[in-house]
């Protein structure tokens, strides 16, 4: 189920719970200073969620002087070429050559699956079957937040992510890309065996109110700046009925964390950066702000 609204607020290309409760509790705010640790300027990190209206940043106005203090901004992908990316993600997203939702469910499963989509979509697998499990559920994220946010209209919406990178390409900043769409997309869509995809994919259907309800929750944490909160929904797999697997977590959180982290405190040691990513990779133990900390950074909320 958590695949239905981790992608919000971790990846931002697809715009669409795991270990320990944070010990450090991460409530005041989605925009945080960064200072110390030999650094000449702050730099800020930003928590996004892809869905969310921009108008959201209203509630933090600090970021706005923060985005014009910085002389970079790091994302977690350049968003300047969607449409590379969107060629991308239709390519990776397409099921092999020779398999079928068939070869991926039992019979009994297939019609399940092919019914609730029917319902949910308006079409069933004779017009989804082409396309991996995984691209469907971000597909059924999509549609559960327009469901639950009537004013949303994806092809209009404009993405906190890709709004503060049109911001900082207009101030002349450069905009640098944590990591490839290529790499993205490779966690997003092939991390996980097509069986489990599948298998993922029809629980979240089976429970899609309960989905909405999640999306619903995660938007008002978000929205109120309690990150904490965001960790505590996220990781709440005793009441998850349709959990990820642990190694998908740990690949879609943790390890780009890792990755991220090589970066992050040479781009601050060059000048003020401004990094905007998934809020839910600056939250918990492993998360960005904690990383940070223990790499002997300050890191205080400003709104």
């Not at 940043?57 to 968003?79: H, I, K």
């Not at 079928?100 to 019914?115: M, N, V």
């Not at 082409?130 to 559920?137: N, Q």
């Not at 991220?260 to 950066?273: C, F, R, Y």
Request: glycine share 8%; net charge negative.
């Amino acid at each position: 189920m958590k695949k239905l609204f981790l992608s919000i607020a971790t990846a931002g290309l697809l715009f669409a719970g795991c270990g320990e409760k944070a010990k450090t509790r991460t409530t005041d705010s989605i925009l945080w200073k960064v200072t110390g640790n030999g650094l000449e300027n702050p730099s800020y990190l930003l928590g996004t969620h892809h869905f969310a209206s921009v108008e959201v940043l209203d509630n933090f106005p600090a970021y706005a002087d923060a985005l014009q203090s910085a002389v970079q901004v790091a994302g977690e992908v350049d968003m300047e070429n969607l449409s590379d990316a969107q060629i991308l993600v239709i390519e990776k997203g397409s099921m092999p050559e020779g398999t079928s939702y068939h070869d991926l469910l039992g019979a009994g499963d297939y019609e399940k699956l092919d019914a609730l989509m029917t319902e949910f979509f308006g079409a069933g697998l004779d017009q989804f079957g082409a396309l991996k499990p995984a691209m469907i559920s971000t597909m059924v994220t999509q549609l559960s937040y327009a469901k639950v946010h009537p004013e949303f209209n994806l092809a209009t919406h404009i993405s906190i992510d890709g709004y503060i990178q049109n911001i900082a390409r207009e101030q002349g900043k450069e905009v640098i890309g944590l990591e490839t769409i290529e790499e993205q997309v490779e966690v997003l869509l092939n991390f996980e065996p097509l069986e489990a995809q599948a298998a993922s994919l029809l629980c979240s259907l089976e429970h899609d109110e309960l989905g909405m309800q999640q999306l619903t929750k995660l938007t008002e944490l978000y929205s109120a700046g309690d990150l904490a909160g965001m960790h505590d929904l996220a990781n709440d797999t005793l009441n998850d009925p349709c959990p990820s697997s642990e190694e998908f977590r740990h690949a879609l959180i943790k390890l780009r964390n890792d990755r991220w982290m090589e970066q992050i405190p040479s781009l601050m040691g060059e000048g003020s950066t401004f990094i905007a990513v998934g809020a839910l990779h600056l939250t918990g133990e492993e998360g960005i702000i904690e990383q940070l900390r223990r790499s002997g950074y300050t890191v205080e909320s400003i709104r």
